[in-house]
């Protein structure tokens, strides 16, 4: 079993940036994937990023290549999302997710974990 918690979001103005972090418990959290997803209102959950449990290899989605970086820091138990250059279109419910298999996928049904999420607010 794994336990996920958000924190690092919020408001920002548009070009602005943000750090949100990952707190997980469970001792399989560092052997396996996790990834960031998001949900605007109306819309259906949406892959942002994605890294394997060791952090050797990652995974973007097109819509946040080269602006989003993710991380992890297994001594901490911790991973990490950084979101430079914020547009208004990245507005959402942003959820952490621990999956139960090491390779980094995209989809949501690979990941059997989640947290309760961090709202991340762009403003124009």
């Known amino acids: 079993q794994v336990q996920l918690v958000e924190s690092g979001g919020g408001l920002v103005q548009a070009g602005g940036s943000l750090r949100l972090s990952c707190a997980a418990s469970g001792r399989t959290f560092s052997t396996t994937a996790t990834a960031w997803f998001r949900q605007a209102p109306g819309k259906e959950r949406q892959f942002v990023a994605t890294i394997s449990g060791g952090g050797e290899r990652t995974g973007y989605a097109d819509s946040v290549e080269g602006r989003f970086t993710i991380s992890r820091d297994n001594a901490r138990n911790t991973v990490y999302l950084q979101m430079n250059t914020l547009k208004p279109d990245d507005t959402a419910l942003y959820y952490c997710?621990?999956?139960?298999?090491?390779?980094?996928?995209?989809?949501?049904?690979?990941?059997?974990?989640w947290g309760q999420g961090t709202q991340v607010t762009v403003s124009s």
């Open positions: 997710a621990s999956s139960r298999y090491s390779i980094p996928r995209s989809t949501p049904d690979d990941y059997a974990y």
